[in-house]
């Protein structure tokens, strides 16, 4: 009785003194991510200011290196104004469409082989190999052999996208799979467990870390691959937009065009991170997590 009473009467006393540890916690929170988005902040100002004012003195010539009013001017002619391609959300549609799919089609099957090959030791020594081979080959040279072979159109941009998604994901699925604890795997078959069951509920759970933490690289790749292949030839595009610029000598625009894709591209890692999140509630925060914003 007398520890019940005496742990009866702690509990609120413990209760007053966590309160003001939380708020002092909410209070150095608040403090840090205030300084972090301040110091955010006085980076891009002292980049683009310093750009601007070395420029604006000659320090730098901005006829090969642009300058941040003029892109802004470049960023506002593409959207009143359009290009000589059509609109530059008719161009934007079409690099984001090869993006998105080349993303869908890379990862889906850089999952599905790295899985295969992960579990299979037989199938990953015969197939390991050409893989590798093909891993080894330039990009830049497959998609000169997509637009040769396909033409200008959607589908080979789609295809050299996918090509670069496909190895990224491949090898962090192929090593996801490899680090899965094997003996919880043999416990699992020692319950009756069928091959299939221990992929669903061992395998593809335990890598799904793995996975996903290669789509937040993946999907820049993505953007790499069509833009890649709309310089090397293309009838709309960013890229095609960009490889104009250059060869009018256009420094303004082409940065224009690497700002209009990098706005995508953080949006696209913001929903990476969602879908992050949403899959792996499961997953403690480590430490890197539990500090972000």
Not at 21 to 35: L, S
Not at 38 to 57: E, N, S
Not at 85 to 95: A, D
Not at 223 to 233: D, F, H, Q
Request: proline share 4%; net charge positive; hydrophobic share 55%.
């Amino acid at each position: 009785m007398t520890a019940l009473v005496q742990g009866e009467t702690v509990k609120p006393q413990q209760q007053q003194q966590s309160a003001p540890a939380a708020q002092a916690g909410r209070k150095t929170h608040r403090r840090r991510t205030t300084a972090i988005w301040a110091g955010r902040a006085i980076l891009a100002v002292a980049v683009v200011g310093g750009w601007q004012w070395f420029t604006d003195q000659g320090w730098v010539d901005k006829f090969f290196f642009g300058q941040p009013s003029e892109i802004w001017n470049s960023l506002v002619k593409l959207f009143t104004e359009g290009t000589a391609f059509g609109t530059i959300w008719e161009n934007l549609w079409v690099t984001m469409q090869e993006a998105c799919l080349g993303f869908l089609l890379g990862t889906f099957v850089g999952v599905v082989l790295g899985l295969l090959l992960g579990s299979n030791k037989y199938l990953s020594a015969v197939v390991g190999p050409y893989i590798k081979i093909v891993n080894s080959i330039p990009r830049i040279v497959l998609g000169s052999i997509f637009i040769v072979a396909f033409g200008l159109g959607v589908f080979p941009k789609v295809l050299l996208a996918a090509v670069l998604v496909f190895f990224v994901v491949f090898f962090n699925a192929f090593q996801g799979v490899r680090e899965v604890d094997q003996n919880l795997v043999a416990n699992v078959r020692v319950l009756g467990a069928s091959p299939v069951q221990v992929a669903v509920h061992v395998t593809i759970p335990s890598a799904m870390t793995w996975i996903i933490a290669s789509l937040h690289t993946a999907f820049g790749f993505a953007i790499i691959g069509a833009l890649v292949a709309e310089v090397l030839g293309a009838q709309q595009g960013i890229g095609l937009i960009i490889s104009q610029a250059q060869g009018t000598f256009d420094p303004n625009t082409v940065f224009a065009c690497m700002v209009i894709i990098a706005v995508i591209t953080l949006a696209a890692e913001y929903l990476i991170s969602l879908l992050e999140h949403t899959l792996l509630k499961w997953r403690p925060p480590n430490r890197s997590e539990a500090q972000a914003i």
